[in-house]
C-alpha cells in the first residue's frame, strides 16, 4: 500500500475553498494508497512524474516516482510516496504545471 501525503498549505486551501464537499476530495485522494497508478501524467522531471487528479472543474496535482510507477505492479508498491502539492482550476492549470516543474528543476540543482 502507498504512502499518500498531503501538504499542509494545500489542506487549509481544499478545506476553505471546498467546505462539505472537502471530505470527498480527501477522500479521492486517499483512494491512491490503494490504486496508485491513478492519475494522468503531466511530464517528468528526471525521475520524479507529475500527475494530476480531477475533481470537477479543479486539478490537484502530486508527485511519485516515476520509475516504480512505471515498471512494478500494484502489490509491488508499497514504499511508494505520494505527494500533493497543488491544486487549480481550469483557467490556472498550465501555470500551475509549470511552476512544479520550474520547482523541480531548482531542487535537482
Known amino acids: 500500500m502507498a504512502q499518500v501525503i498531503i501538504l499542509e498549505n494545500l489542506e487549509r486551501e481544499i478545506d476553505k475553498k471546498f467546505k462539505g464537499e472537502s471530505v470527498d476530495i480527501f477522500e479521492l485522494m ?29 486539478r490537484f496535482y502530486f508527485f511519485v516516482d516515476a520509475f516504480k510507477v512505471k515498471f512494478l505492479g500494484v502489490d509491488e508498491l508499497e514504499d511508494l510516496l505520494i505527494r500533493f ?19 523541480l528543476k531548482n531542487l535537482k540543482k
Open 30 to 58: 486517499l483512494s491512491l494508497e490503494n490504486f496508485p497508478k491513478k492519475g494522468k501524467l503531466i511530464g517528468n522531471v528526471g525521475s520524479i512524474a507529475i500527475k494530476e487528479l480531477k475533481y470537477k472543474s479543479f
Open 85 to 103: 502539492v497543488r491544486m487549480s482550476d481550469k483557467n490556472s492549470q498550465q501555470k500551475v504545471i509549470n511552476e512544479i516543474k520550474n520547482f
